[in-house]
């Protein structure tokens, strides 16, 4: 079946723009989450979705960042006002629950 | 919070068995150890999760000592595709609301 999508696959912009990422999970999963990779090093949490409660939004490192979820489909990553160290691979995962996360391929995000 | 110690590199003939360590002395009595890999320019895929007892799938055995305090993974006939970063990841927190804390992972190389 179908994985975890994620759009675009590579993200070019300027400093100082905004840019939306979108994720589509897996059909049915509950469990949303989005992490961000710096290159060499690992998953850093951004932010998660579970169902109707409020996410989680513990990881996101400003208010320049924020996310949406519209029920248990697609979300959106939105970055105002990007910054040269946001660059970085935006990772998506979904899951029935947190044991087993499906991760998508990433949007490699470069801000010049 | 409980952390993960793996080492940076390991090398592994094809056809022979990898065993990748990692230490989490911290970890609490509720928190699970999780083993993902991240083949290169690739989303995480995960690969088994245990809290005490040893466990087995058709990826690979992991194995947890008795105190807890560090386990390792098992890929009985490493082959050149399982060539990837191999994370140990304890998780935080309980239920649903638990979330992965990733670490630097293991960079294994698969030689012919």
């Known amino acids: 079946g179908a994985g975890v999508s994620q759009s675009p696959s590579n993200k070019v912009t300027e400093k100082g723009k905004d840019v939306e990422l979108r994720c589509d999970p897996i059909?049915?999963?509950?469990?949303l989450y989005w992490y961000r990779q710096r290159l060499g090093q690992g998953l850093e949490f951004l932010i998660y979705?579970?169902?109707?409660?409020?996410?989680?939004k513990s990881g996101l490192p400003s208010d320049r960042f924020s996310a949406e979820r519209t029920g248990e489909s697609v979300s959106t990553l939105t970055i105002q006002r990007t910054q040269q160290e946001d660059s970085a691979v935006y990772l998506c995962a979904s899951s029935l629950s947190v044991d087993t996360q499906y991760f998508g391929p990433g949007t490699r995000l470069t801000v010049l | 919070d409980a952390k993960t110690t793996q080492p940076p590199s390991m090398d592994c003939a094809e056809g022979r068995a990898a065993n990748l360590p990692c230490n989490h002395s911290t970890i609490s009595g509720n928190e699970y150890v999780y083993w993902y890999r991240q083949i290169h320019s690739q989303g995480p895929q995960y690969i088994i999760h245990?809290?005490?007892?040893?466990e087995t799938n058709e990826m690979a055995s992991l194995i947890i000592t008795e105190d807890r305090k560090s386990s390792t993974l098992i890929l009985p006939h490493a082959t050149l595709r399982d060539t990837a970063v191999y994370y140990c990841i304890v998780s935080r927190g309980a239920g649903n609301n638990r979330k992965l804390i990733w670490g630097l992972g293991t960079s294994l190389a698969v030689n012919p």
């Open positions: 979705f579970q169902g109707n409660s409020a996410p989680d």
């Open positions: 245990g809290l005490k007892n040893n």
């Open positions: 059909s049915g999963h509950t469990a």
